[in-house]
């Protein structure tokens, strides 16, 4: 089975600080996409970053950068310098090569940045 | 570039009824998918369209239905409503023809309540 599981239900962090959110996922597929995407109050889906998991160099967007290991199959999600709009529920979720479009998602974490 | 659109964005609904939820992705985007948001389930995949073609389904019984049209707009169906349908339901465009590859940009959604 394919699934993916984020440890932390909720989390919270200083502003200007970082925090780590962990995902780890299962697949016995070799060809597949990871994802982090944010959903803030509003409910409006974002996509935070990607990865490739052929792409041994972790992605980075700005403040956002994933720690990939392939062998752990473990995602996890860095924020730097973490603003008050960063607020939100977060999202690791794949998709696999012979699944289309399909994206399996984790339970998500709730991230709380406090002024 | 105007984003993912989905009407209506709120709908109240009794057991037994049947509701249409419509679709509209970004424009020359072909591919649209389908999510059910409960906070029991969490994020789940109802289906993927491609060229008018139902691509891939989830694991969702037959009450739940979609289909898309040539300008690839897409609507879902869900007949006799049951409590438990009583969700946010996410639909999602990506520019290709939906492959694992292809990042996933969703819309506003659309909160159903049943009755």
Redesign the interface.
């Known amino acids: 089975a394919q699934t993916v599981t984020q440890s932390q239900p909720e989390m919270s962090v200083q502003e200007a600080e970082t925090v780590t959110l962990s995902c780890t996922y299962d697949t016995s597929e070799n060809?597949?996409?990871l994802?982090w995407?944010k959903q803030p109050p509003?409910?409006?889906?974002?996509?935070v970053i990607?990865q490739?998991a052929y792409k041994q160099q972790n992605a980075t967007e700005n403040r956002f950068s994933v720690n990939f290991q392939k062998a752990a199959k473990s995602f996890s999600l860095k924020i730097s310098d973490s603003q008050l709009g960063d607020t939100a529920m977060y999202?690791c979720?794949f998709?696999?090569?012979?699944?289309?479009?399909?994206?399996?998602?984790?339970?998500?974490t709730e991230l709380s940045v406090k002024p | 570039k105007a984003g993912v659109t989905q009407t209506p964005r709120y709908l109240i609904k009794t057991r037994g009824q049947q509701v249409t939820l419509s679709c509209s992705p970004i424009s020359g985007h072909r591919?649209v998918?389908w999510?059910q948001q409960t906070p029991g389930q969490?994020?789940?995949?109802l289906f993927?369209y491609f060229s008018e073609t139902q691509?891939?389904k989830?694991n969702f019984p037959g009450r739940f239905s979609g289909r898309q049209f040539s300008n690839s707009r897409s609507e879902m169906n869900v007949s006799t409503l049951e409590l438990g349908d009583s969700a946010?339901y996410?639909c999602?465009s990506?520019k290709g023809t939906?492959?694992?590859?292809?990042?996933?940009?969703?819309?506003?959604?659309t909160?159903l309540l049943v009755l």
Do not use: H
Request: aromatic share 22%; hydrophobic share 30%; no cysteine.
């Open positions: 060809n597949y996409y994802f995407y509003s409910r409006q889906m974002i996509l990607r490739e999202f979720a998709t696999i090569y012979n699944q289309g479009g399909k994206l399996i998602f984790g339970q998500g | 591919s998918s999510y969490g994020l789940q995949f993927e691509r891939n989830g946010l996410l999602a990506s939906g492959g694992y590859q292809e990042t996933q940009y969703f819309g506003p959604g909160r």
